[in-house]
């Protein structure tokens, strides 16, 4: 079984930048597709940004293109999420999650946007670690 555990959420200003880290544990020489994801009070929960293992272009929401970059270091089982000019609507609880490459090429034939689109197809989830964009 994989673990997922989070960190970095905090409160900061509009404009403002903070990097979340995901640590994965477990069953860790099995290789997933990481995912960030967040959900805002009354509201579904949304896949943020998406990336795979090997050479492949991550997906973005449209909402945060071009001001969150994601990452992974394998080596040390780390996927992070860094953010820059955040705004109010950012605020949200932030999920790390994976899923299996084998269930990501059966579910979503290879497609980073189409797995970011699923929620419901991810298979670990961390506990989520709170971001609040507030001045």
């Known amino acids: 079984q994989l673990q997922l555990a989070e960190s970095g959420g905090g409160v900061v200003q509009p404009g403002g930048s903070l990097q979340l880290s995901c640590k994965a544990s477990?069953?860790?020489?099995?290789?997933?597709?990481y995912g960030w994801f967040r959900q805002a009070p009354g509201k579904d929960r949304e896949g943020v940004s998406c990336i795979r293992n090997g050479d492949g272009r991550p997906y973005y929401a449209n909402s945060v293109r071009g001001r969150f970059t994601v990452s992974r270091d394998d080596a040390n089982h780390m996927v992070f999420l860094h953010m820059n000019n955040l705004k109010p609507a950012d605020t949200a609880v932030y999920y790390c999650a994976a899923i299996n490459v084998g269930s990501f090429w059966k579910r979503a034939q290879g497609s980073v946007q189409d797995i970011c689109t699923k929620t419901e197809e991810w298979e670990h989830w961390g506990q989520g670690t709170q971001v609040t964009v507030s001045s």
């Open positions: 477990g069953s860790t020489n099995d290789l997933y597709v």
